[in-house]
């Protein structure tokens, strides 16, 4: 019972932190697999590891061994897990570019995103957020290697038109694009890229699985990019152009 207790309590520890289980397994010294399998009651923790672990936290052997951390009251964990709670709605998961081809089979997987690395932004009022890292030029004079923060829509319906959005869908993956919606054709949506080099393109509404709507733009300021005032003149042209065929399009 006491090391089934350890086991519990380490997964608890690491989460009250927000760490992932390899970022947890490179502060304790071990491999991530150790981790994993503590968390899963398939192995006892070491003590070496528990005493590392409790002076991580400044807990006893006796704490880690034969207490539910989760359930203490009055101390430090609980005030840290209170903390935690409090601020669980401006919780922001993100998403790098390594993580894209897995969130597409596990955004709906609750383990899989507690997996992922947050951070919160103290601007941004209570609501459902997550961060997405996007690469590419489509969107200039967004950088590539930009970070988008965005609060989920939950149906296309509230998505309004030309509003930028982290669109996932199941044929084109995590892309970042303003959303043209047709009354005409309500089964098709328009994807538009900021930068005019890039065509826009139409993707099924069945295939999206989530909208986020962008709020913020994390970016680098050595990563800025500059206009000069023909290159915004052929911006505006281009733009314009896109307008008309889109105008032509749905009227």
Do not use: C
Not at 120 to 129: E, S, W
Request: charged share 25%; no cysteine.
């Amino acid at each position: 019972m006491a090391q089934s207790l350890a086991g519990q309590n380490l997964k608890y520890l690491r989460k009250l932190r927000g760490w992932t289980q390899e970022e947890f397994a490179n502060k304790l010294g071990i491999k991530r697999s150790l981790v994993g399998a503590y968390e899963e009651e398939r192995a006892d923790p070491r003590i070496d590891v528990l005493e590392k672990l409790g002076d991580m936290f400044k807990l006893s052997l006796d704490d880690l061994l034969r207490k539910d951390l989760s359930e203490v009251k009055g101390n430090y964990l609980a005030k840290r897990r209170q903390q935690k709670l409090m601020s669980e709605n401006n919780l922001i998961h993100f998403v790098p570019v390594k993580a894209a081809a897995g969130y597409l089979a596990g955004y709906a997987d609750t383990e899989f995103i507690d997996e992922l690395n947050t951070f919160t932004l103290p601007m941004l009022a209570g609501g459902n957020y997550r961060a997405f890292e996007i690469v590419g030029d489509s969107m200039l004079p967004t950088p590539s290697g930009s970070i988008i923060v965005g609060e989920k829509i939950n149906s296309l319906d509230d998505a309004k038109n030309s509003t930028a959005f982290i669109v996932v869908s199941r044929n084109e993956g995590i892309v970042y694009k303003r959303v043209e919606k047709s009354n005409r054709n309500k089964s098709k949506i328009t994807l538009v890229s900021d930068n005019p080099s890039y065509q826009p393109y139409q993707v099924n509404a069945e295939d999206i699985l989530e909208l986020w709507q962008a709020q913020m733009v994390i970016t680098k300021v050595a990563s800025q990019q500059r206009w000069d005032v023909n290159q915004l003149a052929s911006l505006v042209s281009n733009l314009q152009e896109q307008v008309t065929v889109l105008k032509k399009k749905y009227n």
